[in-house]
């Protein structure tokens, strides 16, 4: 009898001991419980915006709704995107993209053999809603630096070569290039001069100013002379002054590897549109001389067109326009259209040398 006591305290004993032991479930105080607003939606998942703010999301093609996990079951917000891509719905992305510590949304845009882009929508502390990062979806497969939370991406300009555009993010939730990296620069300048005057380049260290942009000079040199003036802008775009003469021409991709030259710039690209307007023909400038016009100061663009034969065309620095088919007495005519404005003749005089000697 004292052994079946005994063995019935030890089994008593061993049933105390495990129920000690053992774990109540945890309670998942995500999961919405059978009453909750939760199991009155249809959402597809759900991300931390921080550790204070988990969202749920629903997607439909161009839109994305937001619920705020810890609200009352209203709509936190519905951001609009636009896409290309068919099953853009399916690679929703959730993660921190700007490096604030902040989750952002981003979802495809485009996708071709040159690479992805992205719609992004990021986390604005200023007003706690998601707002779309502006220029992002023009950059193509987008690279974060997390050191400094810049963004990049590189733009393939075909025979001019690659640049590298640096943004950062700034505190309206779009962003602000910081830097532009142009590559192979001198590789493309002396293609530009092997395609179109010949000669061989070299860095100047002198900058020409086109379109109110800086642009990096280099100097083409056939025989010991110069012939050629080639530069870019910070974004790669490339121009020629052919024979030096002080008329650049945009340098364009022909299509079949070699450099075409496109219209002229500044006010030489003004007189080459109007030389068309009028003529029916483009034009190739000549020479440039200053002088005077109705007494005002002003420029005379010698031109040749593509039938043969020279004409004028005139800018005055109020940026009037004038044309002569041969000589020096021209006619005012429209800076877009050419059509004369009235039959008045004005002539054009260039200063002599007794001109500019001062009397005594």
């Not at 997607?59 to 891509?85: A, K, R």
């Not at 004028?312 to 326009?321: K, M």
């Amino acid at each position: 009898m004292k052994r079946i006591i005994v063995f019935a305290a030890a089994l008593m004993c061993l049933f105390a001991l495990c129920s000690c032991g053992e774990k109540k479930p945890a309670i998942d105080t995500n999961t919405p419980s059978s009453n909750d607003w939760r199991n009155t939606i249809e959402y597809e998942g759900s991300f931390f915006v921080n550790k204070e703010l988990k969202m749920l999301y629903a997607l439909d093609t161009g839109s994305i709704t937001l619920w705020d996990n810890g609200g009352n079951g209203t709509p936190f917000q519905t951001l609009e995107y636009d896409t290309s891509v068919a099953n853009a719905i399916e690679r929703i992305e959730t993660e921190d993209f700007s490096g604030d510590g902040n989750g952002d949304i981003r979802i495809i845009y485009s996708e071709s053999g040159e690479g992805k882009r992205y719609t992004l929508f990021l986390w604005d502390v200023n007003t706690n809603k998601f707002a779309e990062c502006r220029l992002y979806n023009t950059i193509t497969d987008p690279v974060l630096n997390s050191e400094d939370n810049t963004v990049s991406g590189v733009w393939d300009l075909g025979i001019f070569g690659k640049v590298t555009r640096v943004y950062a993010f700034n505190e309206t939730s779009g962003l602000d290039e910081v830097e532009i990296i142009l590559h192979d620069a001198e590789n493309v300048a002396n293609k530009i001069a092997a395609d179109t005057v010949g000669g061989t380049v070299t860095l100047s260290e002198n900058y020409i100013t086109i379109d109110n942009k800086k642009c990096t000079l280099y100097i083409s040199s056939e025989f010991g002379a110069e012939n050629a003036y080639i530069v870019h802008s910070p974004e790669g775009e490339w121009y020629i002054d052919q024979y030096c003469f002080g008329f650049y021409r945009q340098c364009l991709d022909g299509g079949d590897g070699t450099v075409v030259l496109g219209k002229y710039v500044g006010k030489a690209g003004t007189a080459q549109h109007l030389a068309n307007a009028i003529r029916g023909e483009d034009a190739e400038m000549v020479i440039a001389e200053e002088g005077f016009i109705n007494g005002i100061e002003a420029t005379r663009y010698t031109m040749r067109g593509e039938s043969g034969g020279r004409f004028a065309i005139v800018c005055d620095v109020a940026n009037t326009w004038y044309f002569a088919e041969s000589g020096d007495v021209f006619t005012n005519v429209h800076i877009a259209t050419g059509v004369a404005v009235s039959d008045t003749e004005y002539v054009f005089e260039i200063p002599t040398i007794e001109d500019e000697i001062p009397v005594l």
